[in-house]
């Protein structure tokens, strides 16, 4: 007798073969082995997309009515609306998407990863430079965007986007950290003048911490903002990034010194408002409009909020400048520029280029400091008469001076690992969980363990 | 009739094939790379290396920092969702006016995105004028000169988010309880009254043993929820030792080490399940010795 739910005998393979099917191409393949075209060597691919990109047939019309995708960071949709004019002037069609700078990371990768064509342009971070490049995500540059072009911007936005003497992309804004301080609350102090070395800074802040007003704060919670600041204060006191071999150098003389410098200010000296250990750049920035702390070392972008009356309490009371140094530097500080740059698996690489170009360009730096206070890579720029019309802070002079003391971070593939493992070891002496020394120490044995990880 | 079952099976065939390539093929496919040395972002060509990458995440101090971590965050929430789970469903059990808008209202720390809830919290948990300080400050539990970092070591942060966790998913466990507890025949409270027990003698010989079958598997549940903590720590901190699955995606998603973070995920996994077996085979032998 037929039981009406039997197994019929062919169901079995059926779903069998349905799950086999399924599981094909689980081990992992070389980047090349997984291209699109599925037979292209790495050097082959690479002279193809060259082939395709022409920087003297820009501009001739050839790419009218392509589309291509923009990722880029803009969190409030006014880049979006400037991005709108490079449509109307080349007739290239842009699918502009607008992320936060948390996702960009991810969106990127995981186009990369799928060997998706859907991103074509990209925003890229300084730090990323070394697994772009390594990892196949970015276009090589190098013999592209010619060196008469590159030498248009400053130094500090080109070394940026630049692996290992490889071009990855146009340098997009110039960006470093300065000084921020309030002029009422210095005055009340008896200064007349912002502190030039970090010995002053240090007997500065011990006078302006009173009344419920601390000296200053940071944003020291644990992440890359961290690394930053500590890079700062090493390069002050001397001390070198990388060693001789390009390797990250956590435990030099000089920065152990910065990092007791760093420990001293908060639980010596007292005058770094101990909330600096939970906050972030905003939450700095908070706490200086609100008039709580007298100085700050912080981004662009400050004014025009600080000098406006529904967002601060401190209008027109503070002021900008050079980063103290030390010894025989004037001044230093971390570079955080950005490039735009094009994905390895984008298909419309020479309209793409047309943007890349587009970027670099004056309209669009201007625009972009007229909206949104960001400051342009193109050098000339900074002597614009329509930039210095703009300028409504008068602080153009004081903000650029900065850049000429910027340096960069590493961009090796290996960084992001050695910077969250220095983070996480200043944070530790900061806590006073270890002493400065021993937490540079533990970082420089961890870095060594993880690069001996990595290449098992 | 056999037609009918063929189209059947062939309409099913997609749907299995999609499922399988979602769900079953990726787990299949981690465990073929967790074999392998592949790091994406090095330019590094993969390449078989049997179980040197377990034995990479066994000899790893990281990890075990995490585990630990991880493990205390479990306990700690656990422990405390039941607790006040299974008061606050002894509570809802009774009727009483408003009942209903405490049940509906219990709901939406539940409902709250996991991130939108975590970064709830930050705010509450700054120093100085967030809402915990000044609650505490305002109710004297504070020294009003004292201003405490509730979030600045690793131990605080997850310590902070378990709180913040229980106060998020506690509705869960007094929702399973307190169907549990319907459940449980009332001809049991009334002969137990009969005998002269009081509230807790009713509560020890009736409610617990009754319930244990239904709090077994909403304890089995949340072990499993809690031990995936990710979201909430990466808003209160950078420091990825803080739990198991944030380590992984770090390892994965942002170092790249793909064949190292497959192997940290079947490790962990593969802990979490003998815990699990092990709890059940004991409940299991501990409820049949009552009967």
């Known amino acids: ?456 | 009739m056999r037609h009918d079952a063929l189209l059947a099976y062939v309409l099913l065939v997609p749907t299995i094939y999609i499922l399988f390539r979602i769900f079953i093929v990726p787990i299949f496919q981690s465990s073929v790379w967790s074999l392998y040395k592949y790091n994406l972002m090095d330019g590094s060509d993969p390449k078989p290396v049997g179980f040197g990458n377990y034995a990479d995440i066994f000899k790893l101090q990281d990890f075990w920092t995490s585990m630990g971590n991880t493990v205390y965050f479990t306990v700690f929430s656990v422990a405390a969702e039941l607790a006040i789970g299974f008061f606050a469903a002894l509570l809802l059990n009774h009727a009483f006016k408003g009942r209903l808008l405490f049940r509906g209202m219990i709901m939406i720390p539940w409902a709250m995105l996991t991130l939108v809830s975590g970064l709830l919290w930050n705010w509450i948990y700054q120093p100085g004028y967030g809402a915990l300080t000044v609650v505490l400050h305002n109710l004297h539990l504070l020294p009003d000169a004292s201003n405490p970092l509730w979030l600045s070591s690793s131990t605080k942060v997850v310590t902070f988010s378990a709180i913040a966790d229980i106060w998020k998913m506690t509705p869960f466990m007094t929702l399973l309880l307190l169907a549990g507890l319907q459940n449980i025949p009332h001809s049991l409270y009334e002969a137990a009254v009969i005998d002269g027990a009081g509230f807790w003698k009713k509560l020890r010989h009736i409610t617990v043993p009754q319930l244990l079958p239904t709090a077994i598997v909403a304890v089995i549940l949340r072990i499993i929820g809690a031990y995936r903590v990710y979201d909430i720590l990466t808003v209160f901190t950078g420091d990825a030792k803080t739990s198991t699955s944030y380590l992984t995606y770090n390892y994965a998603f942002r170092y790249f080490y793909l064949g190292k973070a497959s192997a940290m995920a079947w490790v962990s996994t593969l802990l979490i399940l003998i815990l699990v077996i092990v709890y059940m085979i004991v409940l299991k032998r501990n409820q049949d010795s009552h009967l």
């Open chain 1, 1 to 456: 007798m037929s039981n009406k739910h039997s197994w019929p005998k062919w169901a079995t393979p059926v779903l069998l073969s349905a799950a086999m099917l399924s599981a094909c191409g689980v081990t992992p393949l070389a980047k090349s082995d997984a291209s699109p075209a599925g037979s292209a060597s790495s050097s082959a691919q690479a002279g193809t997309a060259q082939a395709e990109m022409d920087w003297s047939k820009l501009g001739d019309g050839s790419q009218k009515g392509k589309k291509i995708t923009v990722l880029m960071v803009d969190t409030d949709g006014r880049v979006s609306q400037m991005v709108k004019k490079f449509t109307e002037e080349t007739g290239i069609e842009v699918n502009f998407m607008g992320v936060d700078y948390n996702s960009l990371f991810g969106k990127i990768t995981t186009a990369s990863l799928s060997n998706s064509s859907d991103i074509d342009v990209i925003e890229m971070d300084t730090i990323w430079g070394g697994q772009f490049y390594e990892g196949k995500i970015a276009t090589d540059l190098t013999n592209v965007l010619p060196k008469e072009t590159l030498a248009n911007y400053t130094q500090s936005s080109v070394d940026s986007v630049i692996y290992n003497s490889h071009v990855l992309a146009i340098p997009y804004y110039s960006s470093s950290k300065h000084l921020y301080w309030n002029k009422k609350l210095l005055a009340d102090a008896g200064y007349d003048a912002p502190p030039k070395t970090w010995d002053e800074f240090r007997e500065m802040s011990k006078k302006l911490t009173k009344n419920g007003v601390y000296g200053s704060a940071w944003s020291w919670k644990q992440a890359e903002s961290l690394n930053i600041d500590f890079d700062t204060i090493v390069a002050a006191f001397g001390g070198k990034l990388l060693d001789d071999q390009g390797k990250l150098h956590v435990n030099s003389p000089e920065a152990v010194q910065a990092l007791t410098y760093m420990t001293d200010l908060l639980h010596t000296d007292k005058t770094v408002d101990p909330s600096s250990l939970q906050w972030t750049e905003d939450d700095v920035k908070n706490a200086f409009s609100a008039g709580k702390i007298a100085m700050m070392i912080n981004w662009e972008g400050m004014y025009p909020d600080l000098n406006n009356p529904d967002m601060s309490q401190v209008v027109n009371q503070s002021d900008v400048g050079l980063i103290p140094g030390q010894g025989s530097a004037k001044s230093t500080a971390v570079s955080g520029s950005e490039g735009i740059g094009i994905m390895q698996s984008s298909k419309n690489k020479q309209a793409a280029l047309e943007f890349v170009k587009w970027i670099g360009e004056k309209e669009f730096q201007l625009d972009n400091f007229k909206e949104m206070g960001i400051y342009p890579s193109l050098k000339s720029l900074y002597e614009d008469p329509d930039m210095i019309a703009a300028d409504s802070t008068k602080t153009l002079g004081k903000i650029v001076e900065q850049f000429q003391y910027g340096s960069n971070r590493p961009n090796a593939p290996g960084y992001v690992e050695w910077a969250d493992i220095q983070s996480n070891e200043i944070y530790n002496a900061l806590v006073k969980n270890k002493t400065p020394q021993q937490a540079l120490d533990d970082a420089a044995a961890k870095i060594d363990q993880a690069i001996q990880r990595a290449a098992k």
